[in-house]
């Protein structure tokens, strides 16, 4: 019987309630597949800074490094937010990023039918929205060399944006990888016309896609696909780009869907390794209450048997499950329309089992 | 008599076009208000290129730098895209802010209400948005140092980000005494939770928060702001940041108005000396038609006459001429529900000027 290891951090505020039904679901997916999941819990964030000292135990990224793949609930929290940045939860997000060497982080934005009312764009506008943006993770000003000093107007900081063409190529071949097996529209998403390394990521894809001759590359400027992603966001198949344009330009088209309970994410290593998590924050308001929305995290646990354990068709299950349940019209109280009618996490997490 | 003398700067495809329209309302307002304005024109952008061999002659700068302001068309088109960056009109662009040191961008995004329709969004949702963006311009990555060079994995690029403590603080000032005049609410946008220069720039921003106790001053991160724009670009008056975020958000928050050909915006240098041009771009495929939208370059006008010749009234006057032209129905193409009844950039042009 195949076994897969799996580096459980549920981490801040919801992050506990919805990894269990996320936990609860891969259990039965087990199961159903006739596989064992070994799920060991690890600490990360908040909780880590607390009980460790640092939002990033070495025991969490050995356990992580010895899994096949890891299920990350949410960090963070205002208890933590005026510390110091070593003792910042999302410190420890970036630092697992990092020694996980995960630099590929895929962000879907789809437009489930059944919940286009949530959205703040017009239905014709939103339906139909299926798109993913690949975001650089372990590169550029995120990572670059911090510096602050005293200059001859007070205090002066910098930040660098480095890129080797290496970490640029690898990226790109991700993007024209997703394009490939969908609809094979890339938009690479840069800044050529101002910064050099825009100009470096620029060429890179343009060499890279004499590999992708079946791929339609083409390239926007970061302030132009800010306006695209409103203007028009069915436009767009699948955008590659650099660590910070994708910070941005993911959580904007995630909120055109208007359920960012729904979405998840995935942080891939060359190889198959990966980590996946809702797109979510740890909400603390709602910590604990038992009503956090728990399909984006079901939805990662799809995302997982995809990416990294060739389990495509349990994959498409869990999904299916999902599905059913919304468009038989339940929800949680952050998509529902009327919310004296919301259901809670547990049960939500029970009907997609029930589905499943 | 008063004389303002204002160097007018045409630039490329529908620039010319729209910059006539404006001009013509400009000397009607001198007429009106007893005033003259000598409109003195140079070259910037393409035009310059193929004429000077340069996006920026020194001829330009001097022609501006001896203006009380500054009014821009629009630069770019598909005959310079190819061009090395020296030779670029956007280069024209940016040379010409550094040489004027215009630091403040103020880019308002107002939805009027006759237009509604044109946005992507739920008309609940747009209508009544009227918020601006305070851009630094003049610092950040764009005019940090840059480097290419061959590394171990291949070719290497840096863009540096650097900020000094005085630059903050005087967009910073900027934000608070535009907030100060409208709903006194500030919103700082960084991503302090990651680089050194936003640390900075949220701790000026904090600082210099104690001279405006009337202002409520928060900071957003900048990926959460890229959606809460889409969320409810309602909660926003005035939102200050730095320059590639605001490259950024500035055209998120325009398009979020569905009629980029309405919007205006003024880049300031210290004093009361500005630039003024419309946000939308040179539209190549459109010039010399005769279809073009002239409104937001007869706004600029209106911004300028109020932020660099403190003639506020006329400012007014201006806008609301354009508004009546605008409940009266009267559309141009870009922003016409039907497009056969769309009027053309000279008979707009003068619907404003009767209005006036
Ligand atoms: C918490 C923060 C450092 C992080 C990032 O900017 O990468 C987050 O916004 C994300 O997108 O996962
Ligand atoms: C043309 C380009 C260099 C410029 C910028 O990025 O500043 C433009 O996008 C703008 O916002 O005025």
Redesign the interface.
């Known amino acids: 019987k195949k076994n897969y290891r799996i580096a459980v951090l549920p981490g801040d505020g919801i992050g506990p309630e919805i990894m269990q039904e996320a936990v609860k679901v891969l259990t039965l997916v087990g199961e159903l597949e006739g596989v064992t999941f070994t799920c060991e819990e690890g600490r990360i964030g908040g909780i880590a800074i607390d009980t460790d000292g640092t939002p990033l135990p070495e025991e969490t990224v050995t356990l992580a490094k010895q899994a096949d793949a890891v299920l990350l609930g949410a960090v963070g929290g205002p208890k933590w937010d005026q510390n110091p940045g070593h003792l910042?939860p999302?410190t420890g997000l970036?630092g697992i990023r990092k020694a996980l060497g995960l630099f590929a982080n895929i962000r879907p934005a789809t437009m489930h039918s059944s919940l286009v009312d949530a959205s703040?764009?017009?239905p014709e506008?939103v339906s139909g929205v299926d798109l993913i943006v690949v975001r650089e993770l372990t590169g550029g000003?995120?990572f670059?060399e911090?510096?602050?000093y005293d200059?001859p107007?007070?205090?002066?900081?910098?930040?660098?944006?480095?890129?080797?063409?290496?970490?640029v190529?690898r990226i790109i071949r991700v993007g024209f990888d997703i394009a490939r097996k969908r609809q094979k529209r890339l938009v690479s998403v840069d800044?050529a016309?101002?910064?050099?390394?825009s100009?470096?990521?620029r060429?890179v894809a343009e060499r890279v896609a004499a590999d992708y001759p079946d791929v339609e590359l083409s390239h926007q400027l970061?302030?132009?696909c800010?306006?695209q992603?409103?203007?028009?966001p069915k436009q767009f198949d699948v955008i590659v780009t650099e660590n910070?344009?994708g910070?941005?330009?993911?959580?904007?088209a995630?909120?055109?869907t208007?359920s960012?309970g729904m979405l998840s994410s995935a942080s891939l290593a060359a190889g198959s390794f990966g980590l996946y998590e809702p797109v979510h924050g740890s909400a603390p308001d709602i910590a604990g209450k038992g009503i956090a929305n728990p399909l984006a995290t079901i939805l990662s646990v799809a995302m997982m048997l995809r990416l990294s354990l060739g389990m495509d068709e349990a994959a498409a299950a869990v999904e299916n499950a999902v599905w059913s349940v919304l468009e038989a019209g339940h929800r949680t109280g952050d998509i529902a329309a009327d919310r004296s009618k919301a259901i809670g996490t547990i049960e939500m997490g029970q009907l997609v089992r029930d589905e499943l």
Chains 1, 2 share one sequence.
């Open positions: 910042r999302e970036l703040t764009l017009k506008v000003i995120y670059g911090k510096k602050r200059g107007n007070g205090e002066v900081a910098e930040d660098q944006c480095i890129y080797h063409e290496a970490e190529e800044k016309n101002v910064l050099e390394s100009r470096l990521w060429k970061v302030d132009s800010a306006m992603l409103v203007r028009e910070m344009f910070d941005i330009l993911s959580d904007q995630a909120m055109l208007g960012i």
